[in-house]
């Protein structure tokens, strides 16, 4: 799993916990914003082994797009064979609201750039990967049914990905809604590019924090993410 803004404290909840900061993993990149503690957490959850990324590298904190999902890629390397993001994202969708969750079933990524970008290494994946189903649809089902199972409401929903680190203009929005977008944010598509370029199976899901530019009179601030 790699857990987003606000979300890191459910890494600390697994049994048998081991904790190994970034800085001791090389080539891990660290992450500099409040909410991502950076630490890979390794345990289990029932019986089912798990490990968990506490935080992640943005884009717009500089890192290369390759660099930013090291991560999700040492997740996939370790043996995970399937991976569930989440993020904190600003609600477009008229009818979300703040505290709701959002299952992707696509995503726009309008960040201007690719992890793929560059040589292809072959070892990870083809040149060219289809991404018709980058968000699995057997994922998307096991996360229906345990959302159902739990009580718990689950939106779904287009996630579009933005670079950052402004949040978006009432006028972006407005575009953001038109082309099919329900939520907005700043991570999670680079890493189900890399997940699907190595042919993992990956899901995300957001935490709807706020909603976006032009929605309600406020102004945004991180602290609601």
Known sequence: ????????????????????????????PRPAVEG????????????????CLQGRAHLYEGHPPAKAVFGVRMLARLGCR???????AGGINPGFGAGDLMLL?????LMGT??????????????FPDMTYAHDPRLLDLARAAASDAG?????????????????TPAEIRMLRTLGADAVGMSTVPEIIALR???????AISCITNLAAGLTQRELDHKEV
């Open 114 to 127: 690719n992890p793929l970008v560059g040589p292809n290494d072959d070892a990870l994946g083809k040149r």
């Open 82 to 88: 399937a991976v569930l993001l989440t993020n904190a």
């Open 105 to 109: 079933t696509d995503h726009l990524n």
């Open 197 to 203: 370029h190595m042919g993992v199976p990956a899901a």
């Open 36 to 51: 991502h503690a950076g630490f890979l957490c390794a345990g289990r959850v029932g019986d089912v082994p798990v490990a």
């Open 152 to 168: 718990v409401p689950l939106r779904e929903g287009v996630y579009a990905g933005l670079l950052g680190p402004t949040y978006e």
């Open 1 to 28: 799993m790699v857990l987003g803004s606000g979300l890191g404290g459910w890494g600390d909840e697994l049994s048998g916990l081991v904790k190994v900061p970034y800085a001791e993993i090389p080539g891990m």
